[in-house]
């Protein structure tokens, strides 16, 4: 089975994400807006529920954090992906480190971005015509992340939560 770990932002934000999502992003169905704590690997059931423990524990000893965006960014020339930039916070780059910890034997293909993808999969001139009209756009939205989440893919390539983990004491 496939599984990733990723914080759901807030309603709001999911539904400004939404509002370009809908349009520029083929995933749109698959799986809420998030950030990407740790990207989609194979495990088993009986993993996942070693991964949960080991999950829970890195959250009990995560105090909640503010999650601040500002500006719509791009990966480009990397690839053609567009996203609503996440500001790197001390809390956020430690939490992200200590779930890649768990997985010391798959290294991530890229350094961590924290972000909320918005657009992907877009051709060229797609992706310069979206980004040229996007880039300029003004966010400034910040919210409390209390928890992250645990999720597997389902046959049909949706993705759904497996477990919920609260930060800090519980």
Same mark, same amino acid.
């Given at each position: ?11 709001? %934000?999911?539904?400004? /994400? $939404? ?6 992003? #083929?995933? =749109? @169905?698959?799986? &809420? ?61 430690? %939490?992200?480190?200590? /779930? $890649? ?6 290294? #991530?293909? =890229? @350094?961590?971005? &924290? ?56």
């Amino acid at each position: 089975m496939k599984f990733g770990v990723v914080i759901f932002p807030s309603k709001k %934000l999911q539904d400004l /994400v $939404n509002s370009y999502r809908k349009r520029y992003d #083929p995933h =749109y @169905a698959l799986i &809420p807006p998030h950030l990407t704590l740790k990207n989609a690997f194979e495990a088993t059931e009986e993993d996942a529920k070693d991964l949960a423990d080991k999950l829970r524990q890195i959250a009990r000893n995560t105090n909640p954090f503010s999650l601040k965006t500002s500006k719509i960014s791009s990966f480009q020339p990397v690839n053609n992906v567009i996203y609503f930039k996440v500001d790197k916070t001390e809390e956020l780059v430690a %939490l992200h480190s200590e /779930v $890649n910890q768990e997985f010391s034997e798959q290294n #991530p293909d =890229y @350094a961590f971005v &924290p972000h909320i993808t918005i657009g992907q999969k877009l051709s060229n001139d797609e992706h310069s015509d979206v980004f040229g009209s996007l880039s300029m756009t003004k966010l400034d939205h910040e919210e409390t992340i209390d928890r992250f989440h645990l999720l597997y893919q389902l046959e049909n390539g949706s993705w759904t939560v497996y477990e919920t983990f609260r930060l800090g004491k519980e």
